[in-house]
């Protein structure tokens, strides 16, 4: 065992320093869009890299070409893997998307916060709502509840998608989360679309039709514009900032808050973050 | 109270040198920096700011991280190794003492950064009070005492004999290594050159600058000020200010290709440049108004607020000095004062 395999004293979990990666073992890519592609990752030996909490983050590396931080979409109630759901928009997920299964890349992690999911959203009905590639943070808050399904009450996921060849996890939601008792999927495509009989329109406007009552916390993730009309749609339906959370996203290249490029103000989304409170996000100066 | 005659200080150097890497200012091709010692360094102790603090002793400009190998089609990590050697870093000033405690709270912090840790738990800091500080200098605003510096020795030129005191653990080690060269010293003429070095300070006429309204509560009051708008416009984002500063910890990690792996290494990065905070969907600092704010408001209200209270700038000067469009923290922080914002 080399030495960067011992674990740390000064970093539990990690192997000597948080800045040095695990090697990981690609065992499975799934093509869930034409730019969207899901990557599941081992320890070369087998299991899991490490262990993490719904909404935390890893550094995802190929040598030489770049790193960055991508959400784990996977649960931790996954025993065996991680996942990451890559979009295909720069230098590395472009190198990332022609990867193959048995190939390397290097892993550091777990980063960052976590969804609530042991104390403020345990017990109450939860309302995900989330736009494109952004299903993907939500992925493993959602499977974590379905797999603690007594905790949580009614859960609502409202999911749009530029078409429906866009939506990510398809068949997991047509397959699992459609067919879990309590659980009430809506899905929107921006524009009709042969073949989609469901709801046609953006996810802001979906969501007004649905008209929620507030007796529950709303997760929403998305692009900026879909956040701006969905957060303004809570509010008019009487939802206090309290109860709705989000994730942000910032350049990051350490992790650990120390590299300096991921703040707004006094918060390090790699640190603090990724996931706020709205009326924490309101907190912040206006400059993300 | 020990110390030694100046013109001993060869074989002081030599000394330390025989058990610790010694680095301290060292004079190459007319400009002043923190080097390592060897019996031909032109040492220099008479320049009173070195042109890059001595950071880089702690957190280099540039340190390898880890190398990757491929072996059979595998990638094989090995972590570049700690420091674990003794080492001094002699003639620190107290500004920049103060700057590698600032630094301690960033890399020390959890999770701690290993490679600073083992350096800072490596290096002996042998400090030098200021016999003749300069109008850039702006220290005692921020508490600093440049005639009673912090270290783990404390030395000061006074006439032609160094005066040594050491103050912690690592501090009397090295003093017993280097013992048969210092002779027991009477403390008053220290005290009377310290009384010199406040009575210079007092009259300096950046000593008394207010810092009223900065600290934690500015993140918030100051972030909307239309100040930055009028302020910035000089700034070429060169980064001049951020790669002399004692404090500035921003880094990057990038990949070098060694012909048959990859190292992976960080190096020192500004957040005054445009690609700083550039993602492949978007970049929150677009204008250079949006980062010059950002770097004033780290040092000033930021790093405050997460650190109970503690500056980020240690009122050092070199960006005083430095900066080509003679734009600096002073100038912030008056720009501010003035309005009464």
Redesign the interface.
Known sequence: M???MHE?K??PG??????????ALITDIRTETPDVKTFRVER?EGGKLFEHLPGQCAMVCV?????AMFSITSSPTNKEYQEFSIKR???L?EHLHSMNAGD?I?VRGPYGNNFPVETELKGKNLLFIAGGIALAPLRSVINYCLDNRENYGEIDILYGSRSADDLVQRKEIEEVWMNTPGVNVHLTIDRPQEGWDGHVGFVPSYLKELAFDTNRTAILCGPPIMIKFCLQGLKEMGFAMEQVYTTL???M??G???????????KYVCKDGPVFRFDQVDEL???? | MLKIKRSDLGTLFAKIAENNELYLPVKAAGKTNFAAWDQDADVDLDTLKTVKSPKDAFFPQSEGLYSCDREEGKIKITAEKLQDAPFVVFGIRACDVRGIAVLDKVFLSQPVDTYYAARREHGIIVSYACGAPETSCFCKVFGIDAAQPEGDVVTWMVGEDLYWDAKTEKGQKLTAQVAELLTEADAALVAAEQEKIRSIIEKLPNSHLSLEGWGAEAAKTRFDSPIWEQLYKPCLACGTCTFVCPTCQCYDIKDYDTGNGVKRYRCWDSCMYSDFTMMAHGNNRTSQMQRFRQRFLHKLAYYPANNDGMFSCVGCGRCVDKCPSHLNIVKVIKAFGKEGK
């Open positions: 080399s030495e960067a740390c000064h970093n990690f192997c000597r320093d948080t800045l040095i990666p695990q090697v070369p040598p030489g070409v770049g790193e928009c720069g230098v997920t390397e290097l996203e910032l350049r290249k350490c650990v808050g120390k590299c300096g490029r991921c703040n707004i103000g006094t100066p206006n400059e993300y």
